[in-house]
């Protein structure tokens, strides 16, 4: 069965939680569909008796949770994750709705880890935890009341990875949706990060902005590199080029106006 090799892989991050009944309700959603990796970012209280006492059962998820400082941290080896998110932010980014997006995180667990990003209560993700993530995904409730509870948000979400799973157990649908076996590994979370902000700095010392704001550019620049999921030798040379660049204008500069 497919949820015996790719559940292992999928992680359930919950972002700044407030009250920790949240997190043991979101743990049983885990447990009764079949997921067990559970990690908190930066949690307001826990370990808690409330987390365990609404655990009601899957205290074996609670036990295994591991917390982070930060999202970063903890999505630093991941090759997929996706952010969910009650509305639609100023960050441009691909949007799947809950099949689509089991689908998906099934399909990247043949590459490793792969992450799925609820945020706080009240507030939802920050656009920079959402920079972080390579596509959205949206629960499509009613519009005058759209704000899911985390528990339920989490339980909706690991139906359809169930679904999907299951689907693709039987006899005519395939197991996980590969395609052939890349040379090199895609690039993780963590290396993704360093591209950017390698990037960042090769466009500052460059003078690309010429003053303005870069913000916009790199929100494009993440979105597009993102997309393109490039691989550990792609991001390897990407990272030559900049260097190279940097060279150039560290040279361009010591050569003055006349040089």
């Known amino acids: 069965m497919p949820s015996d090799t790719a559940f292992p892989l999928i992680r359930i991050v919950l972002v700044g939680t407030s009250h920790p009944g949240n997190i043991g309700a979101a743990a049983r959603a885990m447990r009764t569909m079949g997921l067990s990796r559970l990690d908190l970012v930066a949690p307001e209280r826990f370990p808690h008796r409330e987390a365990d006492a609404m655990a009601a059962g899957a205290d074996d998820v609670l036990a295994g949770a591991r917390v982070f400082d930060s999202l970063a941290e903890a999505i630093d080896d991941c090759r997929w994750v996706m952010g969910c998110t009650a509305r639609r932010r100023s960050v441009a980014m691909d949007e799947y709705p809950p099949d689509a ?21 009240r507030t939802g993700l920050t656009n920079e935890e959402l920079m972080l993530c390579h596509a959205a995904v949206h629960i499509p409730s009613v519009d005058d009341f759209s704000s899911l509870n985390l528990a339920a948000a989490v339980q909706v979400l690991a139906w359809e990875l169930r679904r999907e799973a299951l689907a693709r157990s039987r006899a005519d649908a395939p197991a996980i949706i590969s395609g052939p076996a890349p040379d090199e590994p895609p690039a993780s979370a963590g290396q993704m990060a360093g591209l950017f902000e390698h990037l960042a700095q090769t466009l500052d010392d460059i003078d690309f902005h010429k003053g303005r704001s870069p913000d916009r550019v790199m929100r494009r620049l993440r979105q597009l590199f993102l997309r393109a999921q490039p691989d550990q030798r792609e991001v390897r040379v990407l990272r030559g080029i ?18």
Request: cysteine-free; overall charge positive; proline content about 5%.
């Open 101 to 121: 997006a089991a689908g998906r995180m099934l399909d990247a667990t043949a590459q490793g880890p792969v992450a799925l990003v609820f945020g706080r209560e």
């Open 242 to 259: 900049f260097s190279d660049a940097q060279r150039m204008a560290r040279l361009a500069r010591g050569a003055g106006p006349g040089g």
